[in-house]
Nanobody
């Protein structure tokens, strides 16, 4: 079984910073890619940032220059440093990963989500 667990969400004032973490655990052979998505009520889940196994990153247009994504392959961890936060960044942030498991083959996995609230 493979699990993704997010941490680091919370309440912050506009202009502040938060660091989200995503921990992957279980029978993992290879993590191909990891991403952060976010969702607000009534809207579709949107891609915030993603990172490949080789370290290549991509960011959504609304967060470029403010967020930095990194990954620790040895620990199966992903981190999202969020700076200069805006009220419109308020959302539930979800970790997603494309993982090859020793027992289950290749699948997509999602975490339970962590709430980020930015007060104006």
């Amino acid at each position: 079984q493979v699990q993704l667990v997010e941490s680091g969400g919370g309440l912050v004032q506009a202009g502040g910073s938060l660091r989200l973490s995503c921990a992957a655990s279980g029978s993992i052979l290879t993590i191909i890619a990891m991403d952060w998505y976010r969702q607000t009520p009534g809207k579709q889940r949107e891609l915030v940032a993603g990172i490949s196994n080789g370290g290549g990153t991509k960011y959504g247009d609304s967060v470029k220059g403010r967020l930095t994504l990194s990954r620790d392959n040895a620990k199966n961890m992903m981190y999202l440093q969020m700076n200069s936060l805006k009220p419109e960044d308020t959302a539930v942030y979800y970790c997603h990963a494309d993982i090859v498991s020793r027992t289950l083959g290749r699948n997509d996995y999602w975490g339970q989500g962590t709430q980020v609230t930015v007060a104006s």
